[in-house]
């Protein structure tokens, strides 16, 4: 894998930093054991990953994808980082994201684009589109994504992987820099559903370090993708919401979604239509949401405590006397954060100002509550629910960067899930008639459902 990244990440650009001698380290300890007759630490012991860039490593460069960042060594691992490693799993090194997981082509990143594998010329899909076109390129077989309003089931969408967002604290976020942290989920990614289900056992489950964690075990996703083999989906209820296809999605998409229909109708499942009226309020409610709680996680980058820091010119550095920490905050600011971080920063300040709190950001959590119980009505009816991944197949590098309401609507599918913490994943369902591209099934389920989740998605194996 080390060679294969030599040879077309200079193309691909999915890594932002490779770990090439720790892993061979690592891989060589695994080879030892084995030798030793020692049993394997886990099934994925010795089976190289790629780790975005917004989970911590110790000793290894962060950035999120962010200049703000640029130099810093973390301390310590991630919870997810540290199951990784004890389950003897080879961390071949970090990948790159739109910076600080805001967006959806990857193009935000400080670092410069990843390209699509299936075409250089267009976007892997973001924000973790380096963990995605990794998978697609074949420079590993597993990788690890976060995921806040669709960043690991879009980018699987357009590459033809397939990613799982567990349910909201299913997966420690401890050592995960955060976005959103009422949204924020990390998950597995890989090239099969057996794959990705292997990874989501090693990564889930409670961790005291995160206290929106689970104080449960991981759901047997292994187990359920085997019995998906053998047992199929007949007899299972599938919701078809309504609200999800139509308008705003690519005639090619729904193509091959009337296609994945067909083929669970034929596999025995109960094809059921269900309605969520309030999904059209889903995009305003998540970009007041995730805005206002991004404005008070990225407080932290100060200038004081991580990576740059950027000396004041101009009037602040010609008065005579000292600078203030605040001059010196906002010149790190300023050229640390990127244009689409800072538009998220000012209308998330906006949002929660004291004279626009109730108007905006309480009348958008009143709504998560409606999505919310839209699910409820809908799980009533059907075990799961699908829809199309992304609403468009992979789009060209730069058709989208000075628009950002047509980059918003890339997560169309995916934001409702997320607001209301169910797990949802997505598999490929084949190659659409009008691009050409790769197209993804969204799987969603209820809360703590991801066995009937992963039984369904093992249908498209
Ligand atoms: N594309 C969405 C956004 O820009 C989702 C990002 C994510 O899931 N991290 O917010």
Redesign the pocket.
Known sequence: HLDRIAAVDGAVHAFLHVSGESALAQAAAVDQQVAAGEPAASPLAGVPLALKDILVQQGVPTTAGSKILEGWIPPYDATVTRRLLDAGVVILGKTNL?EF????STENSAYGPTRNPWDLSRIPG???GGSAAALAAFEAPLAIG???????R?PAAVTGTVGAKPTYGGVSRYGVIS?ASS??QVGPCARTVLDTALLHEVIGGHDPHDSTSIPAPVPAVVDAVRRGATEGVAGMRIGVVRQLSGEGYQPGVLESFAAAVETLRAAGAEIVEVDCPHFQYALAT?YLI?PSECSSNLARFDAMRYGLRVEPTGAAARKAGPVSAEQVMSATRGAGFGA?VKRRIILGTYALSAGYYDAYYGSAQKVRTLIKQDFEAAFAAADVLISPSSPVTAFGIGEKVDNPMA??L??LA??PG?LAGIPAMSVPSGLASDTGLPVGLQIMAPALGETAMYQVASAFE
């Open positions: 739109d997981a805001m967006g959806s973001g924000s973790g976060t995921d806040t309003g669709g960043s690991i879009q976005l949204l924020d998540y995730l689409e980059m918003y890339n997560d995916t934001i997320s």
